[in-house]
């Protein structure tokens, strides 16, 4: 039986319980051996935004993902050149785990807005499956994907999950604001952050 390798990719600034839970909930569903926090130094659509050192959401995640055997931090971005697109990542991914399902773990947004990635189609070629986070009320049409991005349907799987509306940019506010924002987050995060000052 061939490696099951998931993967996530985001900045995550920083990372939060929602993030936790999705992940944990990929490696059961999807019986996964391994799930790749892929960290994002510099994403091609958040240009010019204020995003926090690379080193420090570098720090939190590892801290994350020392909760379990099966996560581990992808430095597939973080060790080349920008720009980062996903389509390159999977590819390289692929390199890595050459005998392995790729399994990309995606938002319901991101699945509507796949089209206007840069070469889709190639992304949707190069992995095995395409696990999808649906919020509630959440739809997805994928007939109407299948046109720009073949075999998008045979590979899409839906993750089950008890969704909290959390967003690291909320946290962010929260901190800023002086509001409590503490248990949004796993304790280690919340700790670095305190320890750091970030956010303030």
Not at 33 to 52: R, S
Not at 103 to 118: F, K, N, Q, V
Request: glycine share 4%; charged share 25%; no cysteine.
């Amino acid at each position: 039986m061939s490696q099951r390798v998931g993967f996530f990719g985001g900045t995550f600034d920083p990372p939060h319980l929602g993030h936790l839970i999705l992940a944990a909930e990929a490696v059961a569903q999807f019986q996964l051996d391994v799930f790749l926090w892929m960290l994002t130094p510099n994403p091609p659509h958040k240009i010019g935004a204020d995003i926090t050192p690379l080193a420090h959401r570098a720090a939190m995640v590892e801290r994350v993902i020392a909760r379990d055997s099966a996560f581990a931090l992808s430095r597939v971005d973080i060790d080349r050149p920008a720009p980062h697109y996903t389509a390159d990542s999977a590819r390289l991914l692929a390199e890595r785990y050459p005998n392995a399902e790729l399994y990309m773990l995606i938002g319901g947004d991101s699945l509507h807005d796949l089209p206007t990635w840069r070469r889709s189609a190639d992304l949707v070629a190069e992995v095995s499956k395409i696990g999808v986070m649906r919020r509630p009320n959440d739809s997805a049409d994928l007939s109407a994907l299948e046109a720009p991005l073949p075999g998008i349907t045979a590979k899409t799987r839906f993750l089950e999950a008890l969704l909290q509306p959390i967003s690291s940019s909320e946290i962010r506010r929260r901190v800023k604001a002086r509001e409590m924002y503490r248990y949004y987050l796993p304790p280690e995060v919340y700790e670095y952050i305190e320890e750091q000052g970030l956010y303030r």
